[in-house]
């Protein structure tokens, strides 16, 4: 997208990114978050640029080890390649891509395969993952749909949720996570996972359900999209990584040394300073989408090229809105950590524009 740019304006467009938005909040986490990310710009550069075999063959790598880490990651690729086969059957300025989606298919289809695998011969079954039933079953919870469907089966079936159907956390995360939810007091994960499997088979097999999924999933994709914001259990003063929680026995096994330094970190004791972070992300994405709408008609000859790549961040952010929002839950974190790409694309709008007023302006002067 910048020919023309130099180290130092490369360097520029890092920092902005790293200081400037949430992109260098998730990429500081061990976590699969950024691999969203860099799977939608790996889209990018595998649809749109001419690449060579080796470069072409590197960006297969990317986007596969992208989809590989994280569930939802197989689903946006999938839908998002379809969504272009489709189209390419009613507008003909999809066709030439219509190659590179079947690839992209391909990879998303050989990513699941793997994970099956990898699981199979670790003892698990073939299955993309062994806690599916739970954050389903969260998103049941979440939506209220599970209680309208217990009210009707625990006087028929004894399920050990029952007990608990009329105080069932509002929302998945506790659900998930909290050591009073009914997903803990009837065993934990594994212990519960024949019944889950049994009670949403059960639900999805009932079309009467269907109107009020289809409902909770639109409703849920729009209130996914309208949050940007870093993700607010880091600001719960409960949220802390003490002895018993999954970071502190990951570091206790593998950086015994570390355990002092987890204390002590301004994350741990509730001093990092997230409402600045979001506040400045909320300024920055403001004003650089109104300079980049203004600037946008002085971009040169890549408008097209600009638009098309805003047209992928943007399907593929609602994309990542919709199945998260369908088949786990509404956080905060599952938006934000790709929502940073909408402010990096208004830099490079931006910078387009002062380019094309430079080398106007150098050329009047020569």
């Known amino acids: 997208m910048l020919p023309a740019a130099t180290n130092k304006h490369i360097l520029a467009f890092?920092?902005?990114?790293?200081?400037?938005?949430?992109?260098?909040?998730?990429?500081?986490?061990?976590?699969?978050?950024?691999?969203?990310?860099?799977?939608?710009?790996?889209l990018c550069c595998f649809l749109l640029f001419p690449n060579s075999k080796k470069e072409q063959a590197i960006l297969v790598v990317?986007?596969?080890?992208?989809?590989?880490?994280?569930?939802?990651?197989?689903?946006?690729?999938?839908l998002f390649a379809l969504a272009v086969l489709l189209l390419s059957l009613f507008v003909k300025v999809v066709k030439p891509f219509v190659r590179k989606a079947i690839v992209l298919v391909g990879i998303g289809g050989s990513a699941w395969l793997s994970l099956c695998t990898s699981n199979w011969i670790g003892?698990?079954?073939?299955?993309?993952?062994?806690?599916?039933?739970?954050?389903?079953?969260?998103?049941?919870?979440?939506?209220?749909?599970?209680?309208?469907?217990?009210?009707?089966?625990?006087?028929?079936?004894?399920?050990?949720?029952?007990?608990?159907?009329?105080?069932?956390?509002?929302?998945?995360f506790n659900f998930h996570w909290d050591a009073n939810s009914p997903l803990q007091k009837t065993g934990?994960?594994?212990?519960?996972?024949?019944?889950?499997?049994?009670?949403?088979?059960?639900?999805?097999?009932?079309?009467?359900?269907?109107p009020l999924i289809a409902y909770k999933?639109?409703?849920?994709?729009?209130?996914?999209?309208?949050?940007?914001?870093?993700?607010?259990s880091y600001s719960l003063p409960w949220a802390k990584f003490d002895a018993g929680t999954a970071p502190y026995e990951a570091v206790k096994q593998y950086f015994p040394h570390e355990l002092n330094q987890l204390f002590a970190s301004r994350m741990n004791d509730k001093t990092f300073?997230?409402?600045?972070?979001?506040?400045?992300?909320?300024?920055?994405?403001?004003?650089?989408?109104?300079?980049?709408?203004?600037?946008?008609?002085?971009?040169?000859?890549?408008?097209k090229e600009i638009v098309i790549i805003l047209i992928i961040f943007?399907?593929?952010?609602?994309?990542?809105?919709?199945?998260?929002?369908?088949?786990?839950?509404?956080?905060?974190?599952?938006?934000?950590?790709?929502f940073w790409l909408i402010p990096l694309f208004n830099s490079i709008v931006i910078y387009k524009a002062f380019n094309q007023f430079y080398l106007k302006l150098k050329n009047k002067l020569q």
């Open 14 to 42: 890092v920092l902005f990114v790293s200081f400037l938005t949430l992109g260098g909040w998730f990429s500081s986490q061990l976590m699969p978050d950024i691999f969203v990310a860099i799977m939608i710009l790996g």
């Open 62 to 78: 990317i986007l596969f080890i992208s989809v590989l880490v994280h569930n939802s990651n197989y689903v946006v690729l999938t």
């Open 123 to 172: 003892g698990n079954g073939f299955t993309g993952s062994t806690s599916t039933h739970v954050f389903v079953m969260g998103k049941l919870v979440e939506s209220g749909i599970l209680k309208i469907y217990l009210e009707k089966a625990c006087p028929l079936h004894n399920y050990k949720i029952c007990p608990y159907k009329d105080s069932l956390p509002p929302v998945a």
């Open 188 to 210: 934990g994960w594994a212990a519960n996972k024949t019944e889950y499997n049994t009670i949403i088979a059960d639900i999805f097999s009932r079309p009467k359900y269907y």
């Open 217 to 232: 999933s639109i409703e849920g994709t729009a209130r996914q999209l309208a949050l940007y914001e870093i993700d607010g």
């Open 273 to 303: 300073n997230i409402p600045f972070l979001n506040n400045l992300f909320y300024i920055i994405l403001i004003l650089s989408s109104i300079m980049a709408l203004f600037l946008f008609s002085f971009c040169g000859e890549n408008k």
């Open 314 to 338: 943007c399907t593929c952010i609602f994309l990542n809105s919709y199945v998260t929002a369908l088949l786990s839950s509404i956080n905060s974190r599952f938006n934000s950590r790709v």
